[in-house]
């Protein structure tokens, strides 16, 4: 059987290494003040120019029983009016209660106002209900908003947050902070679904081991459970907390970090935990195994840790503890698994560090204070009139002001700014510098649910500018047809400045469902990082449908699409594009098409055509629509090389997940076996790798495999035999290494990897 093979091409390692080493992307923002989480905008609800007017109309007897039978969460019917940020409306039902737990004893109440419980389903404004805290312990009746409002800056998943003036029956009750409440909408806003388990977790919620039976962590403490489960409440299962909290109390320290990054987002926690150090949160979980929630999210399947009930802060103690000192490496409680193993461990230290930094930076900042002042000059008038100010503690409206700059005394240790002040100053002093590898930010890996590219994307933070960032993929194709089951690539990511992300999307090879990968970042200054430790397999969901199959761009232009589904299509739903982007498409003649078939679509009449195809290479794009109605939808994506006279670019067999260069080729005919050279070149797996690694050899023939460093130093060389996996030994120093491979001669290509230590 005739074999055509290209010319011979030489070329040298350092040449190669120059190519393999790419371009610099724009560096990321050195500012890991990014977001974990997207925070919805404000909306009318808790937009904070103003202090909108909320009034309650509701029989005084049932307002009576209510303040005071302080243990009930009975709902009563209630008449409710907003006014402010621009709007005035009023709901005719809503249910009106107390809330919180110690505030219910309080002389100044909390109150929940729903809107769905009489009316299920209902939201007005886009929420279920509005959460007025009466912060009878703070008399600024502003550190939860202000703390809330720091989280939001730093990136995390946030509250919103406001005040308003609450009336009921018409008389003044006071001044509330409005905090969105912490349920199903909310993680939904911030992490694109509420399909997952969401846990509201208060003492004690320690997080330490208690059995590997689920439903042992369902125990009631407080009169309900320390780990409520607020949504799939059907289903109640406690599957995926038991593990987590089995992991992460049972992993060896020498595996903590692996074992974890694919059940909790690490980073997200570490500067969560930065943030509440900064605000001197004690009722928190390092301190008080008290007050957060976890969301296990089914988009990475792993769980995020949220901030909970933010008013004990900014110099509020009942402890006799001066939180402004307190060593920052010293917080929590070590006997709290969460708190105490990831502390200990050095990297994750590390990037605690980093920041604990960031947020520090932030504390004190003048665009900071200056806010806190505004909220207090726009809150004064409605602190002023405030009735309930002074049931608790006899605070006045001087102590009021006073509360932002000055200290109030008994468990007011500290004003907010002072507070502030201190702290920004003793963690300067307390901090270790920091230094590492780039850290990695809500990493992300979504497939679609056809044959549209795998997304991925990552927020990269680190030390030093990210020069690039890549997604390592491998598939296995075996199953299907591959040559040696092996497929292996990096999709090289893009920075977005606007997103502060770094994106990308590829195809993976068609006949393939087990596809794995992991992100690689890469400083200016050479540190690299992976995440997770080891490949994530991801799930891949095809649609049958049509692929390209062959093509030829000289005399005749043909592109051949091949039928690789099940059912016949309507070849007339597809069209042709010859760029990545997939515009100006080529819509194809509306004909059935059966299982297996093919059709080959002629392009050499450029006057009747959009575009011809180039010899030199180019982008061709598969396109697909339901009907006429819908957008294209890309399905297949080819970018095919220089073709030299007489040849194609064909798939090895028809559907085949490789491709090479034919000759003659076979238009609108089955592509024959073992007459197209593959194109693509043996690979070595996995990469990252350790000191054993395995080379595969996809050709009929023997190859020559090269090993050189990153500065072109010569390390080894090793014969594949053809068509084989070669067990391999890499006993030099780590770092980056480049592989070229060559038979009889001829230059086939060339790949990069790293070398772990």
């Known amino acids: 059987m005739f074999r055509f093979r290209p010319s011979a091409l030489r070329v040298s390692v350092l040449t190669l290494i120059g190519l393999l080493a790419g371009t610099a992307q724009p560096a990321s923002g050195q500012n890991p003040a990014l977001p974990f989480a997207h925070n919805p905008e404000a909306g009318i609800v808790y937009a904070d120019s103003t202090v909108p007017r909320i009034d309650i109309w509701i029989p005084a007897d049932t307002l009576q029983v209510i303040l005071s039978d302080v243990t009930s969460d009975r709902e009563w019917r209630a008449r409710f009016r907003w006014q402010g940020n621009g709007l005035r409306d009023s709901v005719g039902l809503v249910g009106f209660r107390l809330k919180g737990n110690t505030s219910r004893y309080s002389g100044k109440k909390s109150f929940k106002i729903s809107f769905n419980t009489f009316v299920p389903g209902t939201r007005w404004q886009g929420v279920k209900d509005l959460n007025l805290n009466g912060e009878h312990n703070d008399p600024t009746v502003a550190r939860a908003r202000i703390s ?283 901090l270790t510098t920091p230094s590492g590898a780039p850290l990695f930010r809500s990493p992300r890996v979504r497939t679609a649910s056809s044959s549209m590219p795998v997304e991925v994307s990552t927020g990269v933070d680190g030390m030093q500018p990210v020069a690039r960032v890549g997604w390592i993929w491998n598939a296995d194709t075996s199953s299907a047809g591959g040559a040696l089951g092996i497929a292996s690539d990096t999709a090289w990511l893009t920075f977005q400045p606007q997103e502060q992300r770094w994106t990308g999307s590829f195809l993976p090879p068609v006949h393939t469902d087990q596809l794995s990968g992991q992100f690689w970042a890469q400083t200016n200054g050479n540190r690299t990082a992976f995440w997770p430790c080891s490949p994530q397999k991801v799930p891949l969901h095809r649609s049958e449908g049509f692929i390209f199959n062959e093509v030829g761009a000289r005399h005749p232009d043909f592109l051949e699409v091949y039928h690789r589904g099940s059912e016949p299509l309507n070849l007339g739903n597809y069209a042709v594009s010859n760029d990545s982007a997939g515009t100006n498409p080529y819509a194809l003649p509306s004909q059935t098409v059966n299982p297996g078939e093919r059709r080959c679509l002629d392009l050499s009449d450029t006057l009747n055509r959009p575009f011809g195809l180039s010899s030199l290479g180019e982008w061709v794009v598969l396109l697909y629509r339901p009907d006429t109605l819908a957008p294209y939808l890309p399905v297949d994506v080819l970018r095919y090389p220089a073709l030299p006279e007489g040849t194609t670019y064909a798939r090895l067999t028809d559907g085949h997940a490789l491709w090479g260069l034919a000759r003659p080729g076979t238009p609108c005919a089955p592509n024959e076996p073992n007459a197209v050279l593959p194109d693509t070149v043996p690979v070595v797996y996995p990469n990252p790798h350790g000191r054993e690694l395995t080379a595969a050899n996809p050709h009929p023939f023997p190859v020559r495999a090269t090993l050189h460093t990153a500065s072109g130093e010569w390390l080894a060389e090793w014969t594949l035999p053809a068509a084989s996996h070669v067990p391999l030994i890499d006993d030099f120093p780590p770092g980056f290494r480049v592989w070229t491979y060559t038979a009889d001669g001829l230059f086939l290509g060339a790949e990069r990897t790293v070398r772990l230590p």
């Not at 998943?157 to 009921?168: F, G, S």
């Not at 409206?397 to 468990?411: P, R, S, V």
């Open 148 to 430: 809330w409002n720091f989280a939001r800056r730093m990136g995390l998943a946030a509250a919103r947050v406001n005040h308003v003036a609450l009336y009921i029956n018409g008389t003044y009750f006071g001044v509330y902070a409005n905090i969105e409440h912490l349920n199903d909408d909310y993680v939904k806003h911030r992490y694109g679904t509420d399909d997952g388990n969401l846990y509201k977790c208060l003492y004690p919620a320690p997080l330490q081991f208690r059995s590997t039976n689920p439903n042992d962590y369902k125990f009631i403490a407080q009169g309900r459970r320390a780990y409520e489960l607020k949504t799939n409440t059907e289903q109640d299962d406690y599957t995926d907390l038991a593990t987590f909290i089995q992991l992460l109390n049972q992993a060896p320290d020498a595996d903590l970090l692996c074992t974890l990054d694919t059940l909790l987002d690490i980073n997200e926690y570490l500067l969560t935990l930065a943030v509440e150090i900064s605000l001197g949160h004690w009722d928190n979980y390092a301190v008080n195994n008290n007050n957060y929630y976890l969301y296990r999210s089914p988009h990475d399947g792993r769980f995020h840790f949220l901030l909970y009930d933010l008013d004990n802060t900014m110099g509020i103690d009942w402890f006799g503890i001066n939180w402004t000192l307190k060593n920052v490496y010293q917080w929590g409680i070590t006997g709290f698994p969460l708190y105490g193993r990831l502390m200990a461990n050095d990297e994750l230290r590390q990037r605690f560090t980093y920041y604990l930094k960031a947020a520090n930076d932030l504390l004190y900042a003048p665009e900071f204070r200056t806010q806190i002042l505004q909220i207090r000059d726009q809150m004064g008038p409605y602190a002023l009139n405030d009735p309930y100010r002074p049931s608790d503690y006899g605070y006045t409206f001087q102590q009021f002001n006073l509360g932002y700059t000055a200290t109030i005394g008994a468990h007011v240790k500290e004003g907010i700014l002072p507070y502030l002040f201190k702290r920004n100053l003793n963690t300067a002093q307390q």
